[in-house]
């Protein structure tokens, strides 16, 4: 069985629709099928979810009234019922306008609307098309969502009852983003979305393959923005696929990878309008290819915490009470070189304001009797990823030569905790010319083994 | 005004007292003379202390005797007054046979014997020569200890009072290793012997130069066990000496150099037999060369502890964590290399054992919620050092395409806190052929610039 998700630009009309039913149509094995709400058609349009959200902060008939428009649209071409579009009409009235619950509560109401019908007209389509399916509501298939205090996530007692979607037969539309709590409540998923449903169903009912049909045909080895046509990656690892979302480099959110990377399974990131281009499938292993470097990926906006003192690395405890320093500040860091005398924390810098660094300056000097602390600003870390890299004689090697070719100063190298990357930090206005010295010495000359 | 101190085997026998008179004699600023107790005179011969400790802890009359032999010595041969080695024998049979206070101030009582009566007789020598020259008893002249259950070490208002030694005009021989405490209980140094009574009087008196007399004529640039005639250092920064000192690559304890480092007086390593030699000078400052590497040391005995969590980086207060679990071992680390989802812990191998680890590893994976964690042994930390290496742009390509020629793997870099050193991380089997290549990257083409 295969879990299928299907993104916001995938059910943005009624010829996306079309499309979608084509793709699930294409293997009998895409059983479970999770919709996000309709998405941007074109660039300069609105979600449905920013004018779900619109509706409830502002209580603005006008954002309402296109979040109807967009459902009318998808009613009146596919000719689905009357009813549902009243029902949207009902919900979204009744919804917005309530008083029952908390804030938080009533958002999270109005938010889901856009995936509920989503799923309920996907449903409704797939019907009057002959297919064998169902609208599945989370409250009926037990997508159990914890209650406050905790941020709301899913509730772990729910894989057990969800596996039993393993045994029908029926094709299943799944709204995603958002379940219920046991006292009835619906909440959504703080992070993931959409993505996060399709995962827990794919790890609940052990699918063989969890697909996650998006707006792109691959993920690439690099940004497109700053390397021309990148190289597309077919085959990934969970842990490079962590590593690369270093800088946001990702279609798909991180959290919502946890399920199916517990269980392994594997996921496949394809293009709804091309579903027949093999797309990018992040795997526990993969074998070893000629290439080390899986992908690149960069990010600026990074400061440092420059800490010294003499006979430093004597005092037991010093590293981990500057830590906690830091933590005490709601901060978390990134990497922590260290020298015998000396010990740098790289932190992302909109978690710093100069309050907060005179603060936790003044504190290292006089609790931690540090002779030396300040924050440097400006700095870009740049990532290389790949499972071929421990194995590799010399890759440091050639990176750092890459580097020094283009006259930057290297600032910072991390290696050797992580398996798969190897991590540079250097001055922002450096990153676009390093990454593309580093994209031509991994990318470019594919080696041959003779 | 410079304090002199001279270390065990410039004060071995009669002609080393001839030997550093003559060197006291070659220079009018060398006013304060710090003395150790007579070393080894020949591989195989045995130090003045360790007979001492051989005499308090065996209760052993024939360490005794041999220590009263190595003064009669000295005492006939320069034909100094008998009372002085009636002296010895007397406070060596009291001391020895003392029940008075805590064994650890008896041990330290018995140890001093040897500093104490190496001062006395050459301050009798001196005298005997026509040298205006005093016994400076620590005592007399306010080296006052801490009292327990601080460890021994100066207390910090001695310096108000020795500072006085500044105004006398006749040569002071204070004796090295010892003080006493307000109560009058004579202690020993913990760290740093004699070295540390000359580091602490040069910052009283602000001494225009602190030199450390010994057996070598110069700090080397890496050790001469593995690379053959290796270059000698002339001039050298306290932080970089530090840095040096990472795998006991130390002619200089590190913890003595703290009072001269704080006052930034220059310190130079000279050889007594060899006194005109220039010698190392350790200095708070000093120009840059064309060469950005000033030495290099490796060590051997790390062991690596490999953790990884999927999604840690969002969790704040991890490395917090497990630094202190590590902490509550009794454990110092070197450094913590990580990635996203993984960081490691480097650790001397010594603090570690069997018990230990396991503990460590099931904390980790319980209280921390990790998945994977376990310790790799047999590392080398290989540390290149130089106050010109943060403005060499390339400096790390060349140290890494050195170390990939050899064909040994990198296991970690550890390169942006210090501004003065590069560690890299390998297997200890790699450690001798990489220092090689990594001495003749940056040692045996001295680059000239165009």
């Known amino acids: 069985m295969i879990v299928c998700k299907f993104g916001g630009t995938s059910m943005a009309d009624a010829a996306q629709f079309h499309q979608v039913k084509k793709v699930i149509e294409q293997d009998p094995r895409r059983q479970i099928i999770v919709v996000s709400a309709p998405g941007k058609r074109f660039p300069s349009d609105q979600k449905v979810t920013d004018l779900l959200i619109q509706s409830f902060y502002e209580q603005s008939p006008e954002a309402s009234r296109r979040v109807i428009e967009r459902f009318s649209a998808i009613q009146s071409q596919l000719g689905l019922p009357e009813e549902l579009l009243t029902d949207v009409i009902n919900e979204l009235q009744k919804r917005v306008s309530s008083t029952d619950g908390e804030l938080s509560e009533r958002l999270d109401a109005v938010k889901a609307i856009g995936e509920e019908f989503s ?53 299943h539309i799944v709204p995603g983003f958002y379940g219920y709590t046991v006292n009835g409540k619906l909440r959504t998923f703080e992070r993931g979305g959409s993505d996060i449903t399709g995962s827990i169903l794919a790890a609940a009912v052990g699918a063989e393959l969890y697909e996650n049909f998006t707006d792109v045909d691959f993920v690439y080895a690099a940004n497109p923005n700053i390397i021309e046509n990148p190289i597309q990656v077919e085959e990934i690892t969970f842990r490079e696929m962590r590593e690369l979302s270093y800088a946001g480099f990702t279609v ?88 015998l005398d000396d010990i740098s924390v790289i932190i992302r810098s909109h978690y710093l304001d100069a309050r907060k660094e005179q603060r936790i300056v003044n504190r290292v000097l006089q609790e931690l009797g540090a002779e030396v602390a300040y924050f440097r600003h400006g700095l870009s870390m740049i990532v290389l990823v790949g499972e071929g890299m421990q194995n590799s004689t010399g890759l440091a090697a050639r990176a750092t030569a890459a580097i020094s070719a283009t006259g930057a100063n290297i600032e910072m190298i991390n290696q050797g905790s992580s398996e798969v990357s190897l991590v540079f930090g250097v001055l922002e206005e450096d990153q676009v010319k390093i990454v593309r010295a580093l994209y031509n010495a991994f990318f470019l000359p594919v080696k041959v083994k003779s």
Chains 1, 2 share one sequence.
């Open 119 to 171: 799923a309920r007209f996907f449903a409704a389509f797939l019907q009057s098309q002959g297919v064998q399916a169902v609208f599945a509501d989370p409250r009926d298939i037990g997508i159990v969502m914890t209650s406050p205090p905790e941020r709301a996530t899913l509730h772990e007692d729910s894989y057990a009852r969800l596996k039993a979607l393993n045994e029908s037969s029926v094709i």
């Open 252 to 339: 798909i959110h991180d959290e919502a990878l946890m399920p199916v990377y517990r269980k392994q399974i594997p996921v496949a990131i394809k293009n709804t309008n091309n579903p027949l281009a093999p797309g990018t499938k992040i795997v526990g292993f993969r074998p070893l290819t000629e290439r080390p470097v899986t992908g690149l990926t960069a990010d600026q906006g990074f400061s440092i915490l420059y800490v010294s003192k003499y006979l430093m690395n004597r005092e037991l405890g010093f590293g981990r009470k500057l830590l906690q320093i830091i933590e005490e500040e709601g901060i978390s860091y990134e990497h922590t070189p260290s020298g």
